[in-house]
């Protein structure tokens, strides 16, 4: 399995960004979905994450700025960003937990997008 992140970039204050993970590969079932965000120095905070069929729960930072949204037809999770500022500057990574046969479940990590808030 192969989680994909895109829709990062360069934004100002107050701006939005939408961000997309798809999963591609052998999966039977997708357990949960989360959104990290790691900065420079190294921290990783999870930003919000939706578990079974479950609602979005999010980080105090983030709520009423960020949504979490999922295609589970098109096995892909999204996260719509914002009013955002400079803090919300980080490596933004996704993670899933999926179910096959084989392998049962297993968390897998994409390689994140950069999400960079600037003045």
């Known amino acids: 399995v192969q989680l994909q992140a895109s829709g990062g970039g360069l934004v100002q204050p107050g701006g939005s960004l939408r961000l997309s993970c798809a999963a591609s590969g052998k999966i039977v079932r997708i357990n949960t979905w989360a959104w990290y965000r790691q900065t420079p120095g190294g921290e990783r905070e999870l930003v919000g994450s939706?578990?079974?069929?479950?609602?979005?729960t999010y980080v105090d930072s983030v709520k009423g700025r960020f949504t979490i949204s999922i295609d589970n037809a098109k096995n892909t999770m999204y996260l719509q960003m914002n009013s955002l500022t400079p803090e919300d500057t980080a490596r933004y990574l996704c993670q899933s937990n999926v179910y096959d046969w084989s392998t049962g479940s297993v968390y897998y990590w994409g390689e994140g997008t950069q999400v960079t808030v600037y003045s």
């Open positions: 939706v578990i079974g069929g479950g609602s979005p």
